[in-house]
């Protein structure tokens, strides 16, 4: 083979190697189809600022806003299938999902808005005041636990003068009940020992053998099926507390001394216990009135008899030394309590309370107010027994 020969050979190999470049297919993306159309309300009116959206059978989807006009457009778009999703504020959402675009296309495609439903629920009553005996309708029922149960005083008798307060007047004229663990007539227990206070609770309830205005519901605290035990004093002395105008020598000294304490846990598997008990010492003073007393002389604790005038009698006050005299008092209560599981469904609940006060009078004012000297002591058993 010639040079020359040789070189067409390869010139052709090289124009054989090269990629033939032709016309390039259009993609789908550039088909130049345009969708657009304007927005409308059921009045035919315009509706700017509604949001479109067109998304394609595959792909990302498209959207845009209605113009101030109404109208929408959407350019560049491939051949397929494709929904269109209109939104607008208080009108129902517009879905069309059979779009079909074709290469080149130029489709005008309306959208007429419904409007959204409007769901509102009125309830009308024809009484417009109605009577309930129901319990959970008593405007004056109070339930007392908790931080409220400890604000109340720890002192049984203070105790039971805010109750009666907070129970306000009864139904009956003998006062309101004091209901504990369900029995009436027992002594108030230990502060300690009170798991919840009922006041008013059901007025009209049956169980009950007067009506409930008045009525101090008092539910005790079960035992728990670990120990625990609290226990607390508290003392006050005359130097803490201003003296009696009626003294201007000075009053003779007191104090009072208060203990409480309780402690619960278990007895065996289904029994348990709790134990609370107090005890108060009260060192306190009877003051005599000097204005309705008098005395025979200035120092004499001998007082005028009635009608006296002899050497001016009614113009001694009774003598300052004379007018304050001891008057001590005491007062202790225990209150056990059992509670044992009767099967799956029953417990038994017994309780016991022991209360004793004693207090006396002392001769030497007994004796100016024409008396002698007195002491006085009582004491008061209760047990209860209920299941549940």
Known sequence: ??????????????????????????????????????????????????????????????????????????????????????????????????????????????????????LQQVNVSTDTVSLSTDSDSNASSTVITGAALDALSDDPDELQSELQALAGPSA??????????????????????????????????????????????????????????????MFGDKVFNTSTPFLTAGQPDYHTLFFMGNLTGPIKSGMSFTLSGSHRTMDNNTIVNPASIYSTSPTSAALCAPGDLTDNCNSYPFPDSARAEATPATRWDLSPRVDMMLGAKNTLMTRYQYESSSSNVNPTVAGALLTTGSDSSSSDQNIQISDT
């Open 1 to 118: 083979m010639s040079i020359r020969t040789w070189s067409v050979v390869v010139l052709l190999f090289l124009v054989a190697s090269v990629p033939f470049v032709g016309m390039a297919q259009p993609s789908p993306a550039a088909s130049g189809a345009t969708l657009h159309g304007v927005v409308l309300d059921p009045d035919d009116a315009l509706i700017p600022g509604a949001t479109v959206a067109l998304k394609p059978a595959s792909g990302t989807a498209q959207s845009t806003v209605s113009k101030s006009d109404g109208t929408y457009t959407f350019r560049n778009l491939a051949t397929g299938a494709y929904v269109l999703n209109v939104t607008a504020p208080g009108f129902a959402v517009y879905v069309n999902q059979t779009i079909e675009v074709s290469a080149g296309a130029n489709l005008a495609l309306d959208v007429k808005m419904a409007l959204q439903e409007q």
């Open 172 to 233: 009956g004229p003998n006062g309101g009940q004091i209901y504990i663990d369900g029995f009436t007539g027992g002594q108030l227990p230990p502060k300690s020992s009170i798991l919840a206070i009922r006041i008013n609770q059901n007025p009209f309830s049956a169980q009950y053998d007067q009506l409930g205005y008045g009525r101090i519901e008092i539910v005790t605290k079960p035992g728990t099926d670990t120990y625990h035990g609290s226990f607390m004093t």
